[in-house]
């Protein structure tokens, strides 16, 4: 019997979802997560402020231009993490390597 849990056993599920992480698809994500977050809190801002307050437009254009600038930045710098995570970025010299042994137990026999 192994420690491993049925769905990650089952070699149907293992083989089916191969991952094939490259720097497109990174990229692509990091910019959609960042539009969609984005967009979520400045929609939710603008349904405070326009039901809430009675505002039409809040602010001016500050807020939309600043939201624009902080998905660029967070986009930009999460791409960066994910490629470092993922270890297309970097020398590898923040990294450790430490070798560990374990003594696993064993089943002593006894008499009956």
């Known amino acids: ?55 039409t437009w809040p602010n001016g254009w500050l807020w939309p231009v600043v939201a624009i600038a902080s998905a660029v930045w967070f986009s930009w710098y999460s791409y960066r993490w994910i490629m470092r995570l993922d270890a297309q970025y970097g020398r590898g010299s923040g990294w450790i390597l430490e070798s560990v042994t374990v003594k696993l137990p064993w089943e002593k026999p006894r008499r009956k």
Request: glycine share 10%; aromatic share 12%.
């Open 1 to 55: 019997m192994t420690d491993q849990p049925s769905s990650i056993s089952n070699k149907d599920v293992s083989a089916g979802m191969p991952f094939d992480g490259t720097p497109r698809k990174y990229l692509r994500l990091c910019i959609l997560g960042s539009v969609g977050l984005h967009a979520y809190l400045f929609i939710g801002y603008w349904a405070i402020r326009n039901f809430l307050a009675g505002e």
